[in-house]
């Protein structure tokens, strides 16, 4: 089965710097890792989603890219605002199970003002 | 439009005791998922549903979980009996379908607490 390893599990930023989480995983056949953010107490939702024929895409300040070879997803965040802590998780779908996920162990980002 | 709708949000009860857990998907997916999360083992696929049919339940952890799937509305999560390390969060999921570009929503969650 497909295992995806999640770092750092915690992230401290002062407002305004960059953020980075990085994630690796196993399934070479994996074709799909779309990017969840849970607020404290809240439910997980889809910020971003990047496919396998893709190497790069971003959003405002949020920027996904992808190196299929080393089999490693990286999130960005720039110009980071108090509003982004929350937990991260990433995932990537079961080689070509569908939307089938597994899920990164997640990284705890905080934000200082 | 509403989204993914999940019941109770917080349940309290003593080991030994059935819990049944509740979801409605969003209307017209397909797929429902049921998740559990934990501090320790974080989020995890315990089965999901296509057209109403359990189509992958290996992340079931024990036989005193089930689930059903009796329409495309309704979805139920049953603990029988429930044990103290059953405790965590559960959330229920919808997609259109199980295409690779099908996102998947999730629910508010149902907190429980197995004392």
């Known amino acids: 089965g497909e295992n995806v390893e999640q770092h750092p599990s915690t992230l401290s930023v002062q407002e305004g710097d960059s953020a980075v989480i990085k994630c690796t995983y196993s399934?070479?056949?994996?074709?799909?890792f779309p990017w969840y953010k849970q607020e404290l107490g809240k439910r997980p939702q889809l910020i971003i989603d990047?496919?396998?024929?893709?190497g790069e895409k971003k959003d405002q300040r949020i920027a996904v890219t992808l190196n299929k070879t080393a089999k490693h997803f990286s999130l960005h965040i720039t110009e980071t605002q108090p509003e982004d802590s929350a937990v991260y998780f990433c995932?990537?779908?079961?080689?070509?199970?569908?939307?089938?996920?597994?899920f990164g162990g997640g990284t705890r980002l905080m934000v200082k003002p | 439009d509403a989204g993914v709708i999940q019941s109770p949000r917080h349940e309290v009860t003593e080991m030994g005791q059935e819990v049944t857990l509740r979801c409605k998907p969003i209307?017209?997916?397909?797929?429902l998922f049921w998740y559990r999360q934990t501090m320790m083992r974080g989020l995890e696929l315990l089965i999901y549903?296509?057209?109403?049919?359990?189509?992958?339940d290996s992340g079931m952890p024990e036989d005193r979980f089930s689930a059903k799937m009796p329409n495309a509305s309704f979805s139920t999560l049953k603990i029988q009996p429930s044990e103290p390390r059953d405790s965590a969060v559960y959330f229920c999921?919808?997609?259109?379908?199980?295409?690779?570009?099908?996102?998947?929503?999730f629910g508010p969650g149902t907190r429980l607490t197995v004392l």
């Open positions: 999921a919808s997609s259109p379908g199980l295409a690779v570009r099908d996102t998947q929503y």
């Open positions: 399934d070479s056949a994996s074709n799909y």
């Open positions: 990047i496919r396998s024929n893709v």
């Open positions: 995932a990537a779908t079961l080689g070509n199970a569908g939307n089938m996920l597994t």
């Open positions: 209307s017209g997916h397909n797929s």
């Open positions: 549903f296509n057209n109403n049919v359990p189509i992958d």
